[in-house]
Structure formats: structure tokens, C-alpha cells
């Protein structure tokens, strides 16, 4: 969320001076608890609120107005020197949960394989385990990055390594490999096209959630997020628009 949120206020701040939106970064849980705290208007989140969120801001007297503002696909990366370019999303299971160890095992070089993950408060982290290992759990010892940059920059430089990032961050220094959710049959690039014609796999809404009783404080920027400019910043930023 942060790049869209980061673009969209600038954006909302140039044609509402009066306004101010202040955006920071951290992971969906530190954005619950942010405003669980009372010391955020509006949380980030790339997964939906958890039960027991809920509870806890109801017992502060809090209910949620949740907001979709966006789509994202997740996309699988490795190093560019990888000659593997395709893997099924059971290998992707048996490769995050270690028991595939060697790139070899999935028709690559004979390399250890190096997986990283976002850390357990991130809202991707959960949304990976949740569709792409089936709630199995992550080996112990996983490198835990508390950014996707962090993901990016560590994939770009580590020969066996293996992440997973929102589309918005793919760059050049890393690559995104194919993925097939049907055993094999057929293997889907991670593109804002295919993640809107629904033949990509692994996309999730992104969302905004705030205090029902404060909703009119962030009205304005909501709009503006859901507007034609915003949707338009949405689809600049790599996401996928609401519409």
C-alpha cells in the first residue's frame, strides 16, 4: 500500500492545499494497531482485518468502515541469473515450507535454494501463507525482511535466493517466474493484465480501514483515492483498479 498511498496524497495534497496526509510504511499489523492506539486516521492493510482485530477495537468502543482501493498481484521472484522460469505452486509450497531444498529439485542449477519472506506482521506474509502454501507453515529459519524493498534488494543480490513482492516493486534487478495453479497444465505470467482478466493466480484487494465515527476526517482522501485520478494513480503505481 505504501507507493499508492505515498502518490495518492501528494496527488490529493497538490489539489486540496488546506489538506494535509501524512503516510508511513510497516506492515498491516502495525497499521491495526495504529489505529487500535488512536494515533492513525486510516490503516494500510494488504489482507482483510482478523477476527480478533475486530474484537479488540470493539472493546475500545471502535467499529471499522473498510475500503477496497485497490488490486495486487503477488509475484514469485529470483535472481536474473536463474535458469528457472516457471514453478507450480505446490513447488512454491514445498520451497517456502523447506522441504525442497535445491534449485535442482524444480529443473534448475545444482544451488541451495535461499527463500525470503516479508516478517509475520506484514499483511503479504499472511496473504502468501494463506493462498499459495495453504496455511502450512514457513521453514523455520526463513530470512523475515520488515520491507519489500528489503526482498527486492536482497533477491537482486543473492544467487539461490527466492520472494515474493507486490507487482508495483518488480524491477529489473530481479525476475518474476510463471506460475501454474493447476499442476503444471498452465503456467501465468504476473502482469497488471492477467491480473485483471483473472488468469494470474495470486491477487488480493488492498485495503483502508477507519474508525466508522471519524469516517467524515478522511472522506475527502478516500474519494479522491476512488476517483477517476486516483484509480489513474492506482494503475501508474503497477496496482490494478477497483473498477
Not at 211 to 220: F, I, R
Not at 221 to 234: E, H, N, P, T, W
Amino acid at each position: 500500500m505504501l507507493p499508492l498511498s505515498q502518490k495518492a496524497a501528494e496527488e490529493f495534497m497538490k489539489a486540496n492545499p488546506s489538506h494535509s496526509v501524512t503516510v508511513t510504511g510497516g506492515g498491516s499489523g502495525v497499521g491495526i494497531a495504529a489505529l487500535l492506539e488512536g494515533t492513525t486516521d486510516l490503516a494500510q492493510l494488504s489482507r482483510k482485518i482478523k477476527f480478533d482485530e475486530r474484537n479488540k477495537l470493539k472493546e475500545k468502543g471502535k467499529k471499522v468502515t473498510e475500503i477496497i482501493a485497490a488490486y495486487d498481484a503477488l509475484a514469485v521472484i529470483v535472481h536474473p541469473s536463474n535458469r528457472v522460469t516457471k514453478l507450480t505452486r505446490e513447488q512454491l509450497e514445498g520451497i517456502f515450507t523447506g522441504k525442497i531444498k535445491n534449485w535442482k529439485e524444480v529443473g534448475g542449477d545444482d544451488i541451495a535454494i535461499i527463500s525470503y519472506s516479508r516478517e509475520t506482521s506484514s499483511g503479504t506474509y499472511e496473504f502468501f501463507k494463506e493462498n499459495v502454501l495453504k496455511n502450512k507453515n514457513y521453514m523455520s529459519g526463513i530470512m523475515s525482511m520488515p520491507a519489500t524493498g528489503a526482498i527486492i534488494q536482497s533477491v537482486s543480490q543473492t544467487g539461490g535466493a527466492i520472494g515474493y513482492v507486490g507487482l508495483a516493486y518488480l524491477n529489473r534487478d530481479v525476475k518474476a517466474v510463471r506460475v501454474s495453479y493447476d499442476q503444471g497444465k498452465t503456467y501465468v505470467e504476473p502482469t497488471v493484465t492477467n491480473a485483471k482478466n483473472e488468469t494470474y493466480p495470486i491477487v488480493r484487494p488492498l485495503y483502508y480501514y477507519c474508525d466508522s465515527a471519524a469516517a467524515n476526517s478522511v472522506k475527502p482522501f478516500i474519494d479522491f483515492v476512488l476517483s477517476g485520478k486516483g484509480q489513474s494513480i492506482v494503475s501508474e503505481t503497477g496496482f490494478i483498479p477497483v473498477n
